[in-house]
């Protein structure tokens, strides 16, 4: 890859855009916004150079993955290029039975993890969904769970309870005297529980020298809530991508 060649790296999820542009090894991380599918706003990509490559790990559907290649083709006369999971890539072996069917988001971060973690390890992904997948020291996927985030959580309660509000997702113990502080925390510490309990699982199979690595957007706050060490590494599924990326290029 020569040091002129730029590539938008894109994690479109749900919930939000991820994107960073790649110029040569350089990736510059740039500032999420709502994915809102039809009402997308791309500004913020409108105000970036043109770039030579467009690489998209698209886990919000296909109506999303049109949306998005309709605009690139419209604002920048471009195709980008959507991956998709691999039977086998970078030494990290699917364990799906039918691996295009794993989710690219997952699978892109367990492929970035893989290219530094020389043992076994699980990923933790915060977003719309909570995913807690399992790699072991060969690199073979063994699988994982997923479960509705915590705001998805509060969303579904308040959605069927119309009563109840919750305000920003944020801790504040488990003696709240507020329904509202009530509701949060309770996403917070119930999605830490499960999560806890997963890994568990997950270090009999694995060992005890199992890493764990967490990302995505509601990482931070339940990296902190978590009782293990756990590494955060906020832009794991971009890092995947710009390894895909630089593998072709």
């Not at 039977?87 to 492929?111: F, I, K």
């Not at 705001?151 to 504040?172: K, M, N, W």
């Amino acid at each position: 890859m020569t040091q002129e060649t730029s590539t938008l790296l894109v994690d479109m999820g749900n919930s939000r855009i991820k994107w960073a542009s790649l110029v040569g090894s350089d990736r510059r991380v740039g500032e999420p916004f709502a994915n809102r599918g039809a009402d997308t706003d791309f500004a913020t990509l409108e105000a970036i150079p043109r770039p030579q490559h467009i690489a998209i790990a698209n886990s919000a559907g296909e109506a999303c993955a049109s949306i998005f290649a309709t605009w690139c083709a419209r604002v920048w006369s471009m195709t980008p290029r959507f991956l998709r999971a691999q039977e086998n890539q970078g030494s990290l072996q699917n364990g799906y039975t039918h691996p295009e069917a794993l989710g690219v988001d997952r699978w892109l971060a367990m492929l970035a993890a893989r290219q530094t973690v020389t043992g076994a390890f699980a990923v933790v992904d915060c977003g719309t969904a909570i995913t807690v997948d399992a790699v072991g020291s060969d690199g073979h996927f063994l699988g994982g769970v997923i479960c509705a985030g915590p705001a998805s959580t509060l969303r579904a309660l308040t959605d069927a309870v119309e009563h109840l509000q919750a305000g920003q997702i944020d801790y504040q113990g488990v003696l709240n005297v507020t329904t509202a502080s009530a509701l949060t925390s309770g996403a917070l510490i119930f999605s830490c529980g499960g999560i806890e309990r997963v890994l568990s699982e997950f270090e009999a199979a694995l060992g005890k020298e199992m890493r764990v690595l967490i990302t995505g957007g509601d990482s931070e706050p339940i990296a902190g809530l978590i009782r293990r060490p756990v590494e955060q590494r906020p832009h794991l599924v971009l890092e995947g991508i710009q390894w895909v990326v630089e593998q072709r290029l």
